[in-house]
């Protein structure tokens, strides 16, 4: 507080001195009396006084000496007008050096074009690596969680004073989860509560997993007032930083949580904004740390915050050949989906663990869905890859397989949500999951990207998985090129059959002798609907690592 004290202190007078008529004040005799007093300049350095402390208190803006530009302009002019001689001409001169600055930065948009490509690079590569087959993908869509959440708000402990907050995904102690802490919900439950009670957590692999309340007292929230609002005990920590993007809750391994926000530096002329690192604030006791990308802890999946990322892949695709390129010309254009699920885009994981945000992206001309390609982005560096997508296939946009989802569904009126682009099986891919009108989740739909007509629907990711890579065996996707699987010939007895129906055909899972399990189609091997415990099978199937192999031929000895 005493910062902004002296902030305002300073501004105060550098302000008053260039709105009042200064040099009336050292006039002596007769053209003193006819001028204002040095009481009429006291009063006008209070005011001003109490304006600039009252709208940098409230507004939280940084205390950049360039953020003054436009309002020392104006009373430069206005000071100028009241003025005389020599006095007049200084602050107008002032005024006019002002408003050359006021127009420069407010068409920095178009001068520093080239400079947001740059800082927004992305390195480019085809296609992402093919998913891992034993692994289970985060997807659990946010809004789902939330209502889980919502109605299990019970736990909360003076539920009437509380309100749930923001929802993040992030990886704790080794477990995807979704992260949303309780709120105030208002200013007078905030004086009422003083300190919110915790957090909940789910799973956001795993759909049927109930929320946990999470006890852990925390003052400094983004609904709490006056100097405990976490903007404000940030800004008054940290006057001059630049920050972008809302605060985000992060929990370390032991379940403590820690407020974020990014901060970083304007492209130019307060303009465009490229991340440098996060403030880390204790939310219990308020006490704040920097740290630059490179340094920040562990625990923190989300350092540069998602609504950074999407103001980069709006520079990376819109600015590509400039500013007038972007408006009228549009060579080489291509616009971000709005598709995602945090400020336009999706956290999604690695095999490492390690999260991402992800956007695809379309052609600016109207009634097109096809991809133009799909871009991941460290949440913790704010490295960029573009990749493109095999150029030899038009790529179905998210957008593209939200509509083929409603048309799937249309008369319960089921709607997908949270769509990510998968390579399953060497395949460029759609998993999307499906909720009803109340917000409950369905199924988990896939469809290929370049086939559209490839699409299967399960009630799990996994599911699903088992069903796409039969839908690809028989399509014209290929398996085949997916990951490393070989092709492997096996003669074995069968113990144990198990038939399932789905859609026209019938997927036949069987146990071998050997213990080895597989999984066939009878879209691709019609005689596998007559396969029975005691039948000795020749077969060719892929080496996927999975628990059931996928088989490519199959003959039943003895079956004519």
Known sequence: MGELFIFSLITAVVSAVILFPVLS???????????????????????????????????????????????????????????????????????????????????????????????????????????????????????????????????????????????????????????????????FKWIQGDTTPGYFTVSATDSSAN????????????????????????????????????????????????????????????????????VMVDPLTGAAKQYKLKDVPAFIDGAVSPETVSLHNSYFGKYVNGYWNSLFGKSDVKLPSDEGTEANVSPIFDEKGDMYYFTDFTSPKEGVDSMLGYSLTNSRTG?????????????????????????????????????????????????????????????YFIVSAANPEIAVYASTPNDALKQYKTALQRGSGSVEGSSSAEEVQLTGKVVRVYKERVGESTNVSFLLEDGKNFIA????????????????????????????????????????
Do not use: C, H
């Not at 019609?526 to 490519?552: H, R, S």
């Open 25 to 187: 004040l050292f006039q002596k005799g007769e053209e003193k009396k006819k001028n204002p007093s040095f009481n009429g300049f006291l009063f006008i350095f209070v005011l001003l006084f109490i304006i600039i402390f009252s709208i940098y208190y409230f507004t939280n803006l940084d205390r950049n000496m360039n953020g003054l530009v436009i309002g020392l302009t104006v009373l430069a002019v206005l000071g100028g007008f009241f003025a005389k001689g020599i006095e007049r001409k200084v602050k107008l001169v002032l005024g006019l050096i002002g408003i050359i600055a006021i127009a420069y930065m407010s068409f920095a948009f178009v001068f520093n074009a080239d400079k947001k490509f740059e800082k927004a690079q992305m390195q480019v590569e085809e296609e992402i690596e093919t998913f891992d087959e034993n692994e289970t993908p985060a997807s659990v869509p946010p809004d789902f969680a939330r209502n889980k959440m919502k109605k299990a708000f019970g736990q909360v402990p003076n539920t009437s004073y509380y309100e749930l907050g923001s929802l993040q995904i992030q990886k704790v102690d080794g477990q995807y989860v979704y992260i949303a802490p309780v709120e105030f919900s208002g200013f």
């Open 211 to 278: 929320p946990k309340f999470i006890k852990s007292e925390m003052a400094y929230t983004p609904s709490s007032f006056l100097n405990k609002d976490i903007y404000r005990q940030i800004r008054m920590q940290y006057p001059d930083y630049i920050f972008y993007g809302d605060v985000q809750l992060e929990i370390d391994d032991d379940g403590k949580p820690f407020y974020i926000r990014t901060y970083g530096e304007f492209i130019s002329a307060r303009n465009g904004f490229n991340p440098l690192g996060i």
């Open 383 to 443: 490295e960029a890859t573009y990749y493109t997508g095999n150029l030899e296939e038009s790529y179905m946009d998210s957008q593209g397989a939200l509509q083929i989802i409603e048309k799937k569904f249309i008369e319960k009126k089921w709607y997908g949500k949270m769509p990510i682009l998968y390579n399953f099986y060497g395949e460029a891919s759609w998993l999307t999951p499906v909720l009803d009108t109340n917000g409950f989740l369905q199924n």
């Open 521 to 560: 189609s009878t879209e691709n091997n019609p005689l596998a609907i007559y396969l029975q415990e005691d039948d000795e099978v020749e077969m060719t199937y892929l080496n996927t690592g999975e628990m059931f192999l996928p088989v490519k031929e199959m003959t039943i000895n003895g079956l004519e």
